[in-house]
Structure formats: structure tokens, C-alpha cells
């Protein structure tokens, strides 16, 4: 149990480490964006932009090189120093691992069922079709619509059901990553 607490404890850690370098990155990124074009003296107005610039990308480039080693320096002396910390850290991404492959399951079962959706779709459009050109109006008793309604209750709505389920979740785990009440890598 403690061992668990101190792995949880060494993620929430590593994670706040993780957000805190993205809002540099992204502060760095938004001033170098606004990095202002300042004339020089006695230089016309028809100058290229860029020699006017007041903004090195290479230097910028190079810094933020040197910050990314820096920190990946310091993540790995952190994941040296605790042994036990590495037993936790392989139980952590095998769990990731399996909720991967959980999603993906998922998100291709997704895939089919829309497909199949436009498939049912396009049956009963034809149905309809075939009935309406027989002259006796829906009325008819034909295979092609019959079978269609045959299946309707217990294969296509729990079909269209579950795929509506799915995209009122997906938006409602956005919700929450964004509240924070769940992990940023919970369904990504």
C-alpha cells in the first residue's frame, strides 16, 4: 500500500513537472510570436521583414534544445535514484498499455458501426424505394423491407444506440479532462 502511495505520489510529481515545461514552452512560444519588427535607423519602410526582425529562431531553437536535455537529465537522475520507483513505473504502463488496447478495441468497433449504420440506412432507403414503386404504396408486402423491419428491434436500434452512447461520452471525458477530474491520458 505504501509503495502504491508513493508511486501515485511520484506521477502526480512527474505530471505537475510535465505542465509546468509545457507552459514554459508555451509562453516562450506566444513571446516569440510577438516579437516585434523594430525599424533601424536610417532603413526605409521597403525593407524585407525579416531583416528587421528583432527575433533569432536558430538561438530560440537551440535554447529550447538545451531546456528539453535539461529536464530529460533531471527525469532520468529521478527515475535512477528510486529503484523501487521502477517495479511501480512498469505496473503503470503495462495498466496504460492494457487501457490502450482497450480504446482502440473500442474505437474500431466504432469504425464498423458507423458503417453499418450507413449500410442500414441505405437498406431502408432502397426498401422504401421498392415498396413506393410497386404502385401499392406502402402497403406491399415485400422480402427486401420485411426483413429490414424484421431486424430492426433487436440488431439495428441497439447498434444506433450504442454508437450514440459513444458520442455522448467522448465529449463528456473532454469535459472532464478539462475540469481536471480526470487524467490528461485517461482517453486519449
Known sequence: MLTARASLARLRAR??????????????????????VVPRAGVSDDD???????FD??????????????????ETSAE????????????SEEAASAMDGI??????????DFFVI????????????????KGNGLSYDEPFLGTWLFLWPFLFQPLLGVHMLATLVSPAIGWAKKKNLVSEDTWQ
Open 15 to 36: 505530471v505537475a513537472r510535465d505542465d509546468r515545461s509545457r507552459a514554459r514552452a508555451s509562453l516562450a512560444r506566444v513571446r516569440a510570436s510577438r516579437a516585434r
Open 48 to 54: 524585407d521583414l525579416t531583416r528587421r526582425r528583432d
Open 57 to 74: 529562431v536558430s538561438s530560440e531553437l537551440e535554447a529550447d534544445i538545451a531546456r528539453y536535455a535539461e529536464a530529460k537529465a533531471r
Open 80 to 91: 535512477g535514484a528510486s529503484s523501487s520507483g521502477a517495479a511501480s513505473a512498469s505496473e
Open 103 to 112: 480504446k482502440e478495441a473500442i474505437d474500431t468497433f466504432l469504425l464498423y
Open 118 to 133: 450507413l449500410f442500414i440506412l441505405s437498406w431502408l432507403i432502397v426498401g422504401v424505394g421498392v415498396r413506393l414503386s
